[in-house]
């Protein structure tokens, strides 16, 4: 994989005025990227599923910015109707969105699924995030130019989409389910850059790297009390790790990139050998097992 950029970017751009929607906002990297567009003068609004940590995090970041108070958008992504009455939530409030980071997500060590029996990994991870960009279309092209910054992760290298097994019935694990996921992501973002192309409307993958972060606290049992530690003690942190996505989010220079990835403050030349029948059919297969009748860019 090649590095088209060397040269250190601009992480001081003026975000005022502009209004910035960071999913999985209440910790780790989520929190970080928010923290960061809220201290360049974005007007922030923090997705979470647990209200009491989003108050916690909104006060930080407003005490942080000078007053300047976040909004809040609930939602537990793991639930296609509750992204779905976010998504109602956010359109009926007429707020602009000029940028939208889709940054939740969540590793499991052991395979569950969510209410509709789909691997809960593969659904928070990325058909929430499907059906969020995709609800919140208008949102963005209204505001244009805007831009969605998705949170991938280089796992996806090691990763296949097996659509016989999309939901890992079989031969489950952790690694294998994350990666999924993240190649899932990889395909969404260059199919919907695709999608739009010509629009004033970017599509951009960010790989973080390794944060530290409490990624994976939601599993039960001894195994993460034992990991999580590992996790925040050798990671760098999620602030530092946070720098690209800012970069992505934020650079004038930037305004007309889409369909890229970037990594480590650089963009990535060729990320995966882009099979289109493959893309396609993931778009489909998203649709239907979110039971969206119509495709938004039908």
């Not at 250190?8 to 929190?31: F, N, Y």
């Not at 602030?239 to 480590?264: H, I, K, M, Q």
């Amino acid at each position: 994989m090649g590095i088209l950029s060397r040269t250190r970017p601009p992480l001081d751009t003026d975000m005022s005025g502009r209004t910035c929607l960071v999913t999985g906002a209440t910790d780790g990297h989520g929190r970080a990227i928010a923290t960061l567009l809220a201290a360049r003068g974005a007007d922030v609004v923090l997705h979470a599923r647990n209200e009491k940590k989003a108050r916690t995090v909104q006060s930080e970041i407003a005490a942080r910015s000078g007053g300047k108070t976040p909004e809040i958008l609930i939602a537990d992504l793991a639930s296609s109707e509750a992204v779905e009455s976010a998504v109602a939530s956010y359109r009926d409030s007429g707020r602009p969105l000029h940028l939208l980071v889709n940054n939740a997500g969540l590793v499991g060590l052991s395979r569950r699924t969510n209410a509709a029996g789909l691997e809960l990994t593969f659904a928070v991870n990325y058909l929430a995030m499907f059906q969020l960009t995709m609800g919140l279309l208008p949102c963005l092209r209204r505001s244009g130019p805007a831009r969605i910054v998705n949170i991938s992760s280089d796992t996806y290298r090691i990763a296949r989409l097996d659509f016989e097994n999309l939901q890992l019935e079989r031969d489950y694990s952790m690694t294998k389910a994350y990666g999924q996921s993240k190649l899932a992501i990889l395909y969404f973002t260059i199919e919907l850059a695709k999608r739009l192309q010509g629009e004033a409307l970017t599509v951009n993958a960010v790989d973080p790297g390794p944060v530290a972060s409490n990624i994976g606290a939601d599993n039960p049992g001894l195994a993460y009390r034992l990991i999580g530690p590992l996790i925040r003690g050798l990671f760098p942190s999620a602030a530092r790790a946070a720098r690209t996505a800012l970069w992505v989010s934020t650079d004038p220079a930037l305004e007309n990139t889409t369909g890229c990835y970037f990594r480590s403050l650089a963009r990535r030349d060729k990320p995966l050998d882009f099979d289109a029948e493959v893309s396609c059919r993931l778009w489909r297969e998203s649709l239907e097992l979110l039971g969206m009748e119509a495709d938004p860019l039908g």
